[in-house]
């Protein structure tokens, strides 16, 4: 059965079935891409919501081992792995069906339209010899009457007495002409209906089956087509299943992992102080004069009361909060606290050598200045002198915190046995004593305009002028600053800013 034999009649049905099929297509190519780009989205929405819950905290935190801690940012790592399958589906799904399907969808349209418009052609050429040859029989029709007139006026002149010979050769040419043109005419006739007959068979029998034939090829191919797509969307999920399955294995084994006997014997390792509770309160008799002796041993143990220290504020203050804090680490067991103040007072010495370095460059740049101004302006490099000025007392004073500290849980040597051998022998330039009481720059700035400096207290400026903020606007509107050849006092605080 096929479509040039069964259905030679039905053109406008085989045209509509075409064209709604590549509709069928087309539909089905969008609903990829829609699809792709929901797994796109959703691929985007887990690495956002891996991002948003991944583990953060202090370093202290985060070195504390606990199984379901780790479980959970295993999870993640293995949900944000997921994500990753995920976009790789959306992109096969895009390459493998979608860019495949529209192509072969345009070469199918222009296809069909090749093929009906061959149709056309041949119905046009049909209809034009059907016109031909209606025309011939209209025209033979026209002459045989006029022929059959001829021929009835022969008749009437022969039989009418009056009539002379002349009149009757004159009737019969005339009747012999309208019959030869009737001849011409019928003959004409005869040859456009052969042709068009023919041209008829051709087209039923020859033309329409054969492109009907075409397009039914087309169809199947299209419904081929549209199949395979249906299978490859399946396949293209179904190769990274393996992937998929995976990840959520090793999500699984995350949760199986977790020993919660080992979590909570973490905690006892991490903060166990190994002191003993404190022993029973005595009863003082006040009724007696004499009050009984108490126990040093029992005084250790006695309830311990919060009391609030307050310490002399130090006019240095860092810049940089989280690298200069002191940290007693008292929360944390004798060894493990002695571990963590020698790793302090390590780096702390090291930061004290790099400091130390560049304070004997900077001295060592500013003597050449001096010798020779061309090559730069000293007091250019005061500011740079100053904050390594400001950065060495506070890593000295730090580093003495830090060996006190030490000190008292009874580790390392004194402070000077941990810096005699990281400091280099320029360090002796400054030395700071640990309640030092000197007003040093917390940071600079530069003048954006000029200013007189009439009041008191105030400092004269100028717009450009490179200068060490010393105290940073209280409320009140001025900020206290030291100029490059020394002066201080104060300015408006909207005359500089900050860098």
């Given at each position: 059965?096929?479509?040039?034999?069964?259905?030679?009649?039905?053109?406008?049905?085989?045209?509509?079935?075409?064209?709604?099929?590549?509709?069928?297509?087309?539909?089905?190519?969008?609903?990829?891409?829609?699809?792709?780009?929901?797994?796109?989205?959703?691929?985007?929405?887990?690495?956002?919501?891996?991002?948003?819950?991944?583990?953060?905290?202090?370093?202290?935190?985060?070195?504390?081992?606990?199984?379901?801690?780790?479980?959970?940012?295993?999870?993640?790592?293995?949900?944000?792995?997921?994500?990753?399958?995920?976009?790789?589906?959306?992109?096969?799904?895009?390459?493998?069906?979608?860019?495949?399907?529209?192509?072969?969808?345009?070469?199918?349209?222009?296809?069909?339209?090749?093929?009906?418009?061959?149709?056309?052609?041949?119905?046009?050429?049909?209809?034009?010899?059907?016109?031909?040859?209606?025309?011939?029989?209209?025209?033979?029709?026209?002459?045989?009457?006029?022929?059959?007139?001829?021929?009835?006026?022969?008749?009437?002149?022969?039989?009418?007495?009056?009539?002379?010979?002349?009149?009757?050769?004159?009737?019969?040419?005339?009747?012999?002409?309208?019959?030869?043109?009737?001849?011409?005419?019928?003959?004409?006739?005869?040859?456009?209906?052969?042709?068009?007959?023919?041209?008829?068979?051709?087209?039923?029998?020859?033309?329409?089956?054969?492109?009907?034939?075409?397009?039914?090829?087309?169809?199947?191919?299209?419904?081929?087509?549209?199949?395979?797509?249906?299978?490859?969307?399946?396949?293209?999920?179904?190769?990274?299943?393996?992937?998929?399955?995976?990840?959520?294995?090793?999500?699984?084994?995350?949760?199986?992992?977790?020993?919660?006997?080992?979590?909570?014997?973490?905690?006892?390792?991490?903060?166990?102080?190994?002191?003993?509770?404190?022993?029973?309160?005595?009863?003082?008799?006040?009724?007696?004069?004499?009050?009984?002796?108490?126990?040093?041993?029992?005084?250790?143990?006695?309830?311990?009361?919060?009391?609030?220290?307050?310490?002399?504020?130090?006019?240095?203050?860092?810049?940089?909060?989280?690298?200069?804090?002191?940290?007693?680490?008292?929360?944390?067991?004798?060894?493990?606290?002695?571990?963590?103040?020698?790793?302090?007072?390590?780096?702390?010495?090291?930061?004290?050598?790099i400091e130390n370095e560049k304070s004997e460059a900077l001295q060592k740049m500013k003597g050449v200045y001096e010798m020779n101004s061309q090559l730069g302006d000293p007091s250019s490099l005061q500011p740079q002198i100053t904050q390594n000025v400001y950065s060495i007392a506070n890593l000295k004073g730090e580093l003495k915190k830090y060996q006190t500290q030490l000190d008292e849980v009874g580790g390392g040597p004194g402070l000077?046995?941990?810096?005699?051998?990281?400091?280099?022998?320029?360090?002796?330039?400054?030395?700071?004593?640990?309640?030092?009481?000197?007003?040093?720059?917390?940071?600079?700035?530069?003048?954006l305009y000029d200013f007189n400096g009439g009041s008191e207290g105030s400092v004269c400026i100028q717009m450009g002028e490179q200068l060490s903020l010393m105290m940073e606007d209280q409320g009140d509107g001025w900020a206290k600053v030291q100029r490059s050849n020394g002066d201080v006092g104060y300015v408006p605080s909207s005359y500089i800013k900050y860098i």
């Open positions: 059965m096929d479509w040039g034999s069964d259905l030679w009649d039905q053109n406008d049905v085989i045209e509509r079935h075409t064209q709604s099929g590549l509709e069928v297509l087309e539909r089905y190519v969008k609903f990829v891409k829609e699809r792709a780009e929901i797994e796109q989205s959703y691929a985007k929405q887990l690495r956002t919501l891996c991002k948003k819950y991944s583990r953060r905290g202090i370093k202290e935190d985060q070195e504390i081992k606990l199984t379901n801690q780790q479980a959970f940012q295993e999870v993640l790592n293995e949900l944000n792995n997921y994500a990753g399958h995920r976009e790789q589906l959306s992109e096969n799904m895009t390459t493998t069906i979608c860019v495949e399907l529209t192509k072969n969808l345009s070469d199918l349209r222009q296809e069909r339209k090749n093929y009906l418009s061959d149709i056309k052609k041949s119905q046009q050429n049909l209809e034009s010899t059907y016109k031909q040859l209606e025309l011939s029989k209209k025209k033979f029709e026209k002459e045989w009457k006029e022929a059959e007139k001829a021929i009835q006026l022969t008749e009437k002149v022969q039989q009418d007495p009056s009539s002379t010979k002349a009149d009757v050769e004159k009737v019969k040419q005339q009747e012999f002409s309208r019959i030869h043109i009737s001849d011409v005419c019928k003959n004409e006739y005869a040859s456009q209906l052969q042709r068009y007959n023919k041209d008829q068979e051709n087209y039923y029998h020859s033309e329409i089956p054969t492109v009907f034939n075409k397009l039914q090829d087309m169809e199947e191919r299209r419904i081929k087509m549209l199949a395979d797509g249906y299978v490859q969307f399946s396949e293209t999920e179904k190769q990274l299943l393996p992937n998929v399955n995976k990840c959520l294995d090793a999500i699984s084994a995350a949760g199986r992992n977790i020993n919660e006997k080992q979590d909570t014997a973490v905690l006892i390792d991490q903060y166990k102080s190994g002191a003993a509770p404190p022993a029973d309160v005595e009863f003082e008799d006040y009724s007696q004069v004499i009050k009984p002796a108490v126990n040093e041993n029992t005084a250790q143990h006695l309830p311990k009361v919060r009391i609030k220290l307050f310490h002399k504020k130090n006019k240095v203050t860092s810049p940089d909060k989280n690298t200069q804090s002191t940290k007693d680490f008292s929360r944390l067991p004798s060894e493990k606290r002695k571990k963590r103040l020698q790793e302090k007072i390590d780096d702390l010495n090291k930061e004290l050598q000077h046995n941990q810096t005699s051998s990281s400091v280099s022998p320029s360090s002796d330039i400054y030395d700071f004593d640990e309640d030092f009481d000197v007003d040093l720059p917390i940071g600079q700035c530069t003048a």
